[in-house]
């Protein structure tokens, strides 16, 4: 009997140490779990503050230039910049206005912005304006380049009064139909009877807006997060 008993306590003992051991596993992966929580809800936080526009769209300068991703927008006599990097310029230039309208539940009026690379364009109505050229004669007798980013600056307007209801927001370049400037001076928008400097003035000045209101959203967007 006392054998027996032995047998049992022994056994007995061997299953404690089973599952003690067991137990402590099982807490070594609970805390193990814990741990990668903590860290996954450290890197959502993270990714929550890093905003998506700041990492697509890089508005910037080079000289003369505004610059968009590295893509010159605009062209000057002693700067021939191949008319498919302007287009390519445009193309993510209309791209970021209406990714920030749509983060913002903006609606433009009477257009409808349409990016699609370096062939994006704008609609009104049925009528399509695009923001890209080949260059060369026709150029110059196809107006509707020209109505194209007319039309762009006129949703830009848009957007950064928009952004100017919401209170504090100021952009530094006012808008004035197809010119844009300050006192200093309001430059065309238009290619046609313009000359390259001053359109590409007009185009610099454009993106600088662009990217104020960029930056405002970015900062909006934040502060609504950490609410």
Not at 81 to 88: C, G, I, K, R, S
């Amino acid at each position: 009997k006392q054998w027996y008993q032995r047998r049992v306590a022994i056994t007995a003992g061997r299953e404690i140490n089973k599952y003690e051991h067991r137990i402590a596993e099982v807490k070594a992966q609970s805390n193990c779990l814990d741990d990668e929580l903590k860290y996954a809800e450290k890197q959502l936080e993270r990714l929550k503050k890093t905003n998506v526009y700041n990492a697509v769209f890089h508005i910037w300068h080079e000289g003369h230039f505004g610059t968009i991703n590295g893509y010159r927008l605009g062209r000057l006599p002693t700067f021939n910049v191949e008319w498919e990097e302007v287009n390519a310029a445009w193309g993510q230039t209309a791209l970021c206005l209406q990714s920030l309208a749509n983060g913002t539940g903006h609606i433009f009026q009477k257009y409808q912005i349409v990016p699609f690379g370096s062939t994006s364009y704008i609609l009104d109505g049925e009528n399509k304006l695009p923001l890209y050229t080949n260059g060369g004669l026709r150029l110059f007798w196809d107006a509707k380049y020209d109505q194209g980013m007319v039309a762009f600056l006129d949703c830009l307007k848009q957007f950064l009064d928009f952004l100017e209801k919401k209170g504090s927001f100021r952009y530094p370049y006012k808008i004035d139909k197809s010119k844009i400037g300050d006192q200093k001076g309001f430059y065309s928008i238009k290619l046609h009877f313009n000359s390259e400097e001053q359109w590409t003035k007009s185009l610099k000045y454009t993106l600088t807006n662009l990217k104020w209101a960029l930056t405002f959203v970015v900062q909006y967007k934040l502060a609504k997060t950490s609410d």
